[in-house]
């Protein structure tokens, strides 16, 4: 039996491949719904399963197709972000057999498409067709800075969470590492080549650097709705992390950065030390931006594509706390009062300082160095302001 999918996200289609290939289905997936059309004519599939909101040609146009062409009785499931009723409708007026919503688990297609099709008269040798990957509405590149990270990088967390959240593309950053980082990186992407990509920077940078060439690469990929970067410790978990991607995806807010808030049921552990020093440069930081965040440094961030190329396309002014400079380019850009409005400060339930971290109780100084010298690069910027894209002067 012959199924094709259609989705203009490359991220959701692979494990849905992989699943229904699993079950003895011949699959075969395109990104490109005018290509998909064509597929539909050459490959004629026994089920068509197509996402709605696609560029040029839509997934109802896609339906129309099907549903007047020589093999108008093929079965066609929806599977979209698409809630809204009339969408719904309008699918089942033009012969589509069910509707699927996104998010929803690959086990539920699975029963789906076995309602609709049966299963292939030759089966796979897989013992079982249980998943727990759930298909998401959206999907996520993360940035990973990398610098010497070879006895501490956890591959076994990064390949377990993609193994189970489907929608996410890791991009790892080696910032011209001098132990055999990159050898591992390339270890880690071996065979994951889909969900995995390796940034390789000869030299070292620095860590704003190696983000924001990072974030710029991923930006260039047109399935990605938001992109974030992740410390390579994962000081911060994967877990936490997908919940800023989750309150991002339901709000409207274009920055959800992660904060290393005390607070009950929380597992955050600093040093006495270091906590002590992050209070004071974090007042500093206030006064700065104008803005009363708690914690502007933690290394968890999740940003709406809208608004890459305003935080990342020219180079920071300091190595460390880039976060601030992105913080002040939103308030230039947007305004201060909008700016508040655009970025969510959240509490994670967990953060734990990791061992062996590159940040020396010197380097405080150099940050309150680094704080002083980013006052004086965007001090013009406290007259002017942009509006809707034109800079107006403030009084």
């Known amino acids: 039996?012959?199924?094709?999918?259609?989705?203009?996200?490359?991220?959701?289609?692979?494990?849905?491949?992989?699943?229904?290939?699993?079950?003895?289905?011949?699959?075969?997936?395109?990104?490109?719904?005018?290509?998909?059309?064509?597929?539909?004519?050459?490959?004629?599939?026994?089920?068509?399963?197509?996402?709605?909101?696609?560029?040029?040609?839509?997934?109802?146009?896609?339906?129309?197709?099907?549903?007047?062409?020589?093999?108008?009785?093929?079965?066609?499931?929806?599977?979209?972000?698409?809630?809204?009723?009339?969408?719904?409708?309008?699918?089942?007026?033009?012969?589509?057999?069910?509707?699927m919503k996104k998010p929803l688990s690959l086990n539920e297609i699975f029963a789906r498409v076995k309602r609709l099709i049966g299963l292939p008269e030759v089966q796979s040798n897989t013992p079982s067709f249980k998943s727990n990957t759930v298909i998401q509405q959206r999907c996520v590149g993360v940035v990973i800075p990398c610098y010497n990270e070879e006895d501490r990088l956890l591959s076994d967390e990064f390949i377990t969470f993609i193994n189970t959240n489907s929608g996410y593309h890791l991009c790892f950053v080696n910032d011209g590492s001098k132990d055999n980082t990159l050898k591992v990186l390339h270890d880690l992407q071996k065979g994951r080549e889909d969900y995995i990509t390796v940034y390789d920077c000869e030299q070292n940078g620095g860590k704003a650097e190696a983000v924001r060439l990072g974030m710029l690469h991923m930006a260039s990929k047109t399935d990605l709705d938001y992109i974030g970067f992740l410390d390579a410790d994962l000081s911060t978990d994967l877990k936490d992390f997908d919940d800023l991607v989750t309150t991002i995806e339901n709000s409207k807010f274009k920055i959800v950065s992660g904060s290393r808030i005390s607070r009950m049921g929380a597992d955050i552990t600093k040093e006495s030390a270091r906590k002590l020093i992050s209070m004071s440069i974090n007042y500093i930081i206030r006064k700065i931006l104008g803005m009363e965040f708690k914690d502007t440094q933690c290394g968890a961030k999740i940003f709406s594509k809208d608004v890459i190329h305003l935080a990342f396309d020219k180079k920071f002014v300091t190595q460390w706390i880039f976060d601030v400079e992105i913080f002040k380019r939103m308030s230039a850009y947007f305004g201060r009062k909008q700016a508040i409005d655009y970025i969510c400060e959240q509490p994670l339930k967990r953060w734990i300082h990791a061992d062996g971290s590159k940040l020396s109780m010197k380097d405080s100084a150099k940050i309150i160095m680094q704080l002083g010298q980013i006052a004086w690069v965007y001090r013009s910027k406290k007259k002017k302001e942009f509006v809707n894209g034109t800079q107006v002067e403030l009084s």
């Open 1 to 99: 039996m012959k199924i094709l999918a259609i989705d203009d996200q490359q991220l959701v289609l692979l494990p849905l491949q992989k699943g229904l290939s699993d079950l003895g289905y011949d699959v075969k997936i395109e990104t490109d719904a005018r290509e998909g059309i064509s597929q539909f004519d050459s490959f004629c599939p026994d089920l068509v399963i197509v996402d709605i909101n696609m560029p040029i040609v839509s997934g109802l146009d896609v339906v129309k197709y099907i549903r007047n062409s020589r093999f108008k009785d093929t079965p066609i499931m929806v599977l979209s972000g698409n809630t809204t009723d009339e969408t719904i409708t309008e699918g089942f007026d033009l012969g589509i057999n069910d509707y």
